[in-house]
């Protein structure tokens, strides 16, 4: 069986690649590799070439994201710049993975066409296909048109809403695949009228959320009140803020991590947080929470990855 090293690449393959630098929670072990393919067809015949037995990991920007202390077994495969490009086509827009979600939102305003709801959310467009991103009461699930994919086989597919089930906060990409670009349908709208309402998305989350601190966004999904797509999601008053802040877990700490004294489903790296710090942070705030409301939160946040070897499983108090 061909070696991880021994495979052909044109972009860049790096062994024990430290993790910790690119996520937004500055956590987290090495990969015990790293892959940034050129292009498609370098991910393409990576994939194929990859033994069928090593794991793969696909790796937005970070922001979403918890990596373990012991770091992630396999191949993590990060799309550099040349995935980011954006075209407009009528009222679709196609946007690279690795693309940003801000970005993706300005130009399509630019061009009068309406994706605000992405302005304000962590991350780029793989990630917010794979996770039904979506804000201000839109979704991924509600633009979708199609999403072009890298499986783990080395299969070039396109997959449609049908293939992809969204449903709050989810979707059913094939594991282990990797989005390469996403068309998106939007609502035509004046630019200006458009840029104005992101300006004031901008001032309402600075205003609101720990913008200035190291975050992952949002750590629990709101507990309820959701259609299959998550369309309502913000027509409902149960929001994981709310319910961890009655038991009051605003401010709370463990180490270096904290919930946010501003926003309560903010976990933060005061500054020497460890993965493990936070992720127990966040199961001893799911666990005091349960006890309080009878109210079991789940996680947004992916925790990815080994903990480190000498970790302890089990969850120290809040």
């Given at each position: 069986?061909?070696?991880?090293?021994?495979?052909d690449?044109?972009?860049?393959?790096?062994?024990?690649?430290?993790l910790?630098?690119?996520?937004?929670?500055?956590?987290?072990?090495?990969?015990?590799?790293?892959?940034?393919?050129?292009?498609?067809?370098?991910?393409?015949?990576?994939?194929?070439?990859?033994?069928?037995?090593?794991?793969?990991?696909?790796?937005?920007?970070?922001?979403?994201?918890?990596?373990?202390?012991?770091?992630?077994?396999?191949?993590?495969?990060?799309?550099?710049?040349?995935?980011?490009?954006?075209?407009i086509?009528?009222?679709?827009?196609?946007?690279?993975?690795?693309?940003?979600?801000?970005?993706?939102?300005?130009?399509?305003?630019?061009?009068?066409?309406?994706?605000?709801?992405?302005?304000?959310?962590?991350?780029?467009?793989?990630?917010?296909?794979?996770?039904?991103?979506?804000?201000?009461?839109?979704?991924?699930?509600?633009?979708?048109?199609?999403?072009?994919?890298?499986?783990?086989?080395?299969?070039?597919?396109?997959?449609?809403?049908?293939?992809?089930?969204?449903?709050?906060?989810?979707?059913?990409?094939?594991?282990?695949?990797?989005?390469?670009?996403?068309?998106?349908?939007?609502?035509?709208?004046?630019?200006?009228?458009?840029?104005?309402r992101?300006?004031?998305q901008?001032?309402?989350?600075?205003?609101?959320?720990?913008?200035?601190?190291?975050?992952?966004?949002?750590?629990?999904?709101?507990?309820?009140?959701?259609?299959?797509?998550?369309?309502?999601?913000?027509?409902?008053?149960?929001?994981?803020?709310?319910?961890i802040?009655?038991?009051?877990?605003?401010?709370?700490?463990?180490?270096?991590?904290?919930?946010?004294?501003?926003?309560?489903?903010?976990?933060?790296?005061?500054?020497?947080?460890?993965?493990?710090?936070?992720?127990?942070?966040?199961?001893?705030?799911?666990?005091?929470?349960?006890?309080?409301?009878?109210?079991?939160l789940?996680?947004?946040?992916?925790?990815?990855?080994?903990?480190?070897?000498?970790?302890?499983?089990?969850?120290?108090?809040?």
């Amino acid at each position: 069986m061909a070696q991880i090293d021994d495979i052909d690449v044109q972009g860049r393959l790096i062994a024990g690649y430290d993790l910790s630098g690119v996520t937004w929670l500055r956590v987290g072990g090495p990969a015990e590799w790293l892959f940034m393919p050129q292009d498609v067809e370098d991910l393409r015949q990576f994939l194929a070439a990859l033994p069928g037995d090593v794991p793969v990991f696909p790796m937005g920007v970070g922001s979403n994201l918890i990596v373990r202390d012991g770091g992630i077994r396999g191949v993590v495969i990060r799309l550099p710049r040349a995935f980011a490009s954006i075209e407009i086509d009528g009222d679709c827009v196609t946007a690279g993975a690795s693309a940003l979600d801000a970005t993706v939102a300005k130009q399509a305003a630019r061009a009068g066409l309406d994706l605000t709801f992405l302005r304000t959310i962590p991350g780029a467009i793989g990630g917010a296909v794979a996770m039904n991103a979506g804000c201000y009461g839109s979704y991924i699930a509600d633009h979708f048109v199609r999403a072009d994919v890298v499986l783990r086989s080395g299969e070039r597919v396109q997959l449609g809403p049908d293939d992809l089930n969204f449903r709050y906060r989810q979707s059913s990409l094939p594991a282990e695949a990797v989005v390469v670009s996403a068309t998106l349908r939007a609502r035509r709208a004046d630019p200006a009228d458009l840029g104005a309402r992101m300006e004031a998305q901008l001032a309402k989350r600075d205003e609101s959320q720990p913008t200035k601190d190291l975050t992952a966004g949002s750590t629990f999904r709101n507990p309820a009140g959701f259609s299959s797509t998550g369309a309502a999601d913000d027509r409902h008053d149960l929001k994981a803020w709310k319910v961890i802040d009655a038991a009051g877990l605003r401010g709370a700490m463990l180490g270096g991590a904290q919930m946010s004294p501003k926003h309560p489903n903010f976990l933060v790296n005061t500054g020497d947080a460890t993965g493990l710090d936070l992720e127990r942070l966040g199961e001893g705030v799911r666990e005091r929470v349960f006890a309080h409301s009878g109210i079991r939160l789940e996680w947004e946040i992916k925790r990815v990855g080994e903990p480190a070897p000498e970790a302890e499983n089990e969850n120290a108090p809040v």
